[in-house]
T-cell receptor, first 114, second 112 residues
Framework: DAGVIQSPRHEVTEMGQEVTLRCKPI?????LFWYRQTMMRGLELLIYFNNNVPIDDSGMPEDRFSAKMPNASFSTLKIQPSEPRDSAVYFC????????????FGPGTRLTVT | GENVEQHPSTLSVQEGDSAVIKCTYS??????FPWYKQELGKRPQLIID?????GEKKDQRIAVTLNKTAKHFSLHITETQPEDSAVYFCAASIGGGFKTIFGAGTRLFVKA
């Protein structure tokens, strides 16, 4: 298995632009998590899905952030419009909730908003 | 809301010494406690986890203990090696497929 796949790996964009981050979970996993990591705030859970349904989005910082999971093999995190304070590493992770429960992290997307 | 506190934020030890990282959680419903290691520029990776029906778990040089009454859990690394240098995160959840709250992380330096 290729593990959790994220794209792009690096994204540099100007303030005000729309940013879309993509994630492909491990095949067979039924839970998907989006995290944001910064030096100041550490590793924050933004939103998570079970069986493609958003369960808790209380970590989403503002209405500028939205996430979707149209099917079991794909999820997106969108920021519109982006701001410099959104600069961070965004990780996607997946797990099999009824199995070993371990969350497997993707390589992350390093977002820089100028 | 749910919270996980982690101490210390930085830990420096001599190679061969032991390292201990401690965490406290607030949600009494938490029953799954994973520990992740994150090397510089890489993704967090699970190193060990423990469930609430177990008080201690060991895997070679790494051990984790859990005190549910006090809502404390700790990571113990024995015979530390330079390659153990990384940031370590504790976390708590009601199950691996559910909301997971991470501690702030401990940056461990192992000096050769």
């Amino acid at each position: 298995d290729a593990g959790v796949i994220q794209s792009p790996r690096h994204e540099v964009t100007e303030m005000g632009q729309e940013v879309t981050l993509r994630c492909k979970p491990i095949s067979g996993h039924n839970s998907l998590f989006w995290y944001r990591q910064t030096m100041m705030r550490g590793l924050e859970l933004l939103i998570y899905f079970n069986n493609n349904v958003p369960i808790d989005d209380s970590g989403m910082p503002e209405d500028r952030f939205s996430a979707k999971m149209p099917n079991a093999s794909f999820s997106t995190l969108k920021i519109q419009p982006s701001e410099p304070r959104d600069s961070a590493v965004y990780f996607c992770a997946s797990s099999f909730a009824s199995g070993d429960e371990q969350q497997y992290f993707g390589p992350g997307t390093r977002l820089t908003v100028t | 809301g749910e919270n996980v506190e982690q101490h210390p934020s930085t830990l420096s030890v001599q190679e061969g010494d032991s390292a201990v990282i401690k965490c406290t959680y607030s949600d009494s419903a938490s029953n799954y406690f994973p520990w992740y290691k994150q090397e510089l520029g890489k993704r967090p990776q699970l190193i060990i986890d423990i469930r609430s029906n177990v008080g201690e778990k060991k895997d070679q040089r790494i051990a984790v203990t859990l005190n549910k009454t006090a809502k404390h859990f700790s990571l113990h690394i024995t015979e530390t090696q330079p390659e153990d240098s990384a940031v370590y995160f504790c976390a708590a959840s009601i199950g691996g497929g559910f909301k997971t709250i991470f501690g702030a992380g401990t940056r461990l330096f192992v000096k050769a």
